[in-house]
């Protein structure tokens, strides 16, 4: 069985350098926001390109102290609203509700699976102050018409970078990199992934690093004053230092990625099947491989009965869901299309040159 993502395999061939990193956190005795943290946010905001790096513990977290910083410097308040794509994963969603906002669902584009820019303006009322983007999959978002929306509108525009982690503008432009602030989710499935939770806030912006850095831990200014009322949302010290270890690699594991997209892209041949649309493979890092197919359930059996394991990302869209009833009378076609139809085949560094070419080959049977 090809399975959709093993782990342990992705993971193996650090074994050596993270237990010996492993020994020297032992060693040192410094267990929490010490030299590692320091070092992998100095090493990940330089990856990015952008001044500050804040690791924190987990993704949502990340959107989270994002919204609860901006909200502290009064930049947002608590029922402003926020335009966020549809068909994204429900964090996304819930960092806007968990914040006190607004949540307001716009359709993606079919072919993109990203927010559709031409449908963002219809959506802005009087009680919307910003937008946060989903390069979903991997794939940025349409960046220059998201920004110029964003400033003609006087919004704030936020970046979900959880899954796109080295996507490039042509002028080289990395996410986390092209908005006013960035979260990054370092899960363990994710393209730069850690052995636990882990996640990071980037930003040029100071003043909300400043905020993010304190609200982080508790509020702290310095050891016994406390600026904010703040959180313990701290990077694991450990964790930062795997995260440091896979960081060296993230560029040549994304380029494996591309190559292997590429290979689906050239070989593969069936009129049921539609194929993600992407020009320039740099602005893509291919955390998921997602094909649609009206099929699509017929295909995922015929996989898997032939050894192949594939995944839907995502089965239910959030205005379906009983988490968010009060979206339930929304008609997003799109989106609902979409959560019908994709279905992500495996694409990731565990997998050898044969198993892609037995993927294609079978998608091409079906
Ligand atoms: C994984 C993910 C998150 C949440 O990250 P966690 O670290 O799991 O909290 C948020 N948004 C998107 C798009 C994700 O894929």
């Known amino acids: 069985m090809i399975r959709f993502l093993d782990l342990k395999l992705v993971n193996q061939r650090y074994y050596d350098v993270f237990k010996k990193s492993f020994d020297n956190f032992l060693n040192n005795g410094h267990y929490i926001l010490g030299e590692q943290v320091i070092g992998f946010e100095k090493e990940f905001a330089a990856y990015c390109g952008t001044k500050h790096c804040i690791g924190v513990s987990n993704g949502l977290d990340a959107l989270e102290l994002?919204?609860?910083?901006?909200?502290?410097?009064?930049?947002?308040?608590?029922?402003?609203?926020?335009?966020?794509?549809?068909?994204?994963?429900?964090?996304?969603?819930?960092?806007i509700s968990n914040s006190g906002l607004r949540p307001v669902l716009v359709e993606p584009n079919i072919n993109t699976f990203n927010i559709d820019p031409s449908l963002i303006e219809k959506a802005i009322t009087s009680k919307t102050k910003a937008i946060l983007g989903v390069h979903l999959y991997g794939r940025l978002y349409d960046v220059e018409q998201l920004e110029k929306i964003a400033i003609n509108n006087n919004l704030v525009l936020i970046e979900d970078a959880?899954?796109?982690?080295?996507?490039?503008?042509?002028?080289?432009?990395?996410?986390?990199?092209?908005?006013?602030?960035a979260a990054f989710s370092f899960y363990p499935t994710k393209n730069l992934g850690a052995l636990a939770d882990a996640g990071a806030v980037t930003t040029n912006d100071k003043a909300l690093a400043d905020v993010i850095f304190k609200m982080r831990h508790y509020g702290r200014a310095s050891s016994y004053e406390n600026d904010i009322k703040g959180r313990n949302c701290r990077l694991d010290e450990i964790q930062a230092a795997f995260l440091r270890i896979k960081l060296k690699h993230l560029k040549?594991?994304?380029?494996?990625?591309?190559?292997?997209?590429?290979?689906?892209?050239?070989?593969?041949?069936?009129?049921?099947?539609?194929?993600?649309?992407?020009?320039?493979?740099?602005?893509?890092?291919?955390?998921?491989?997602v094909i649609r197919s009206n099929k699509r359930d017929l295909l995922r059996e015929y996989l898997y009965k032939n050894g192949v394991e594939s995944i839907v990302h995502y089965p239910i869209p959030i205005h379906h869901q009983k988490a968010y009833q009060e979206f339930g009378s929304l008609k997003l076609p799109i989106t609902e299309q979409i959560h019908n139809e994709v279905l992500s085949v495996p694409l990731n560094t565990g997998l050898n040159s044969e198993q892609v070419l037995k993927i294609v080959k079978l998608i091409n049977s079906f």
Not at 162 to 181: C, E, F, L, M, P
Not at 269 to 276: A, F, G, Q, T, V
């Open 252 to 289: 040549t594991d994304n380029i494996r990625r591309q190559g292997i997209a590429r290979t689906y892209f050239e070989l593969t041949k069936n009129e049921k099947i539609i194929l993600p649309h992407c020009k320039i493979l740099s602005q893509h890092v291919f955390h998921l491989f």
């Open 66 to 95: 994002i919204f609860e910083a901006y909200k502290t410097l009064g930049v947002l308040k608590v029922n402003d609203e926020v335009i966020v794509p549809a068909n994204t994963y429900i964090a996304s969603v819930l960092s």
């Open 162 to 181: 959880a899954q796109a982690h080295g996507a490039a503008t042509i002028d080289g432009r990395k996410a986390g990199n092209v908005s006013n602030a």
